[in-house]
T-cell receptor, first 114, second 111 residues
C-alpha cells in the first residue's frame, strides 16, 4: 500500500565506501525526485527524472549518480562517501512535471558516514 | 538563488492557542505549497496556492498567498497536539517543476 518507498531506512557506512539507495513509487507517476535534508532540516532538490529522463540536475558532486531503470524506480548511487554526505535523503514523485507539481515523499533514508 | 525564509523558526504553544507561520521571499513564485513533516517521515503536502491573494482553508488551517506571490502565511486556529511537526513552505518558479523549500518552522503543541 505504500505510495513511495525507499530502502534502506537507515544506512551507516565508512568514508570512502560506495552505497546505493533505492526508491519505488506505485502511484503511476511520471516524475521522480531526490532531495537531501541536512541537520537543520533544510530540504534541497538534487535530481529529477521524468519518464526515465533527467530533467533537473542541481549542483551536486558527480559522486552522486541517479539511475532510473523505469518510471516507477529512481535509485541513487553514491561513490567515495564523505562525512558531509551524512543527511536524510528523500525520494518523491509527482504526476508529471507540469506545475503546480504536488509531490509525494517517501519515508527517507538516514545516511550516516563515519 | 531563491530563498524562502520562514518565521518563527521554532514555536511552542499550549493546546487551544492560535498561531501564524510566515513564509517570505524576494522572488515571485508561480505557486506555493505547504507541507508538514513528522519525525522519521517524509513531508506531506497540505495545500497548493497558485493565485495572488488566494485563501484556502483545511479544517482549522488557513493558508494565504500574498498578492504579489512572494509570500504566504499559515494560520492554525485552536492548535492541537496532533498539529505538532515541521511546517515547510515550498515555491515553484516559472513553468518548472523545481521546488525551493523554506527554512522550516518547528511547531510543538502541548497539552
Amino acid at each position: 500500500d505504500t505510495a513511495v518507498s525507499q530502502t534502506p531506512k537507515y544506512l551507516v557506512t565508512q568514508m570512502g565506501n560506495d552505497k546505493s539507495i533505492k526508491c519505488e513509487q506505485n502511484l503511476g507517476h511520471d516524475t521522480m525526485y531526490w532531495y537531501k535534508q541536512d541537520s537543520k532540516k533544510f530540504l534541497k532538490i538534487m535530481f529529477s527524472y521524468n519518464n526515465k529522463e533527467l530533467i533537473i540536475n542541481e549542483t551536486v558532486p558527480n559522486r552522486f549518480s541517479p539511475k532510473s531503470p523505469d518510471k516507477a524506480h529512481l535509485n541513487l548511487h553514491i561513490n567515495s562517501l564523505e562525512l558531509g554526505d551524512s543527511a536524510v535523503y528523500f525520494c518523491a514523485s509527482s504526476q508529471d512535471y507540469r506545475p503546480p507539481v504536488e509531490q509525494y515523499f517517501g519515508p527517507g533514508t538516514r545516511l550516516t558516514v563515519t | 538563488t531563491q530563498l524562502l525564509e520562514q518565521s518563527p523558526q521554532f514555536l511552542s504553544i499550549q493546546e487551544g492557542e492560535n498561531l501564524t507561520v510566515y513564509c517570505n521571499s524576494s522572488s515571485v513564485f508561480s505557486s506555493l505549497q505547504w507541507y508538514r513533516q513528522e519525525p522519521g517521515e517524509g513531508p506531506v503536502l497540505l495545500v497548493t496556492v497558485v493565485t495572488g491573494g488566494e485563501v484556502k482553508k483545511l479544517k482549522r488551517l488557513t493558508f494565504q498567498f500574498g498578492d504579489a506571490r512572494k509570500d504566504s502565511s499559515l494560520h492554525i486556529t485552536a492548535a492541537q497536539p496532533g498539529d505538532t511537526g515541521l511546517y515547510l513552505c515550498a515555491g515553484a518558479t516559472g513553468g518548472g517543476n523545481k521546488l525551493t523549500f523554506g527554512t522550516g518552522t518547528q511547531l510543538k503543541v502541548e497539552l
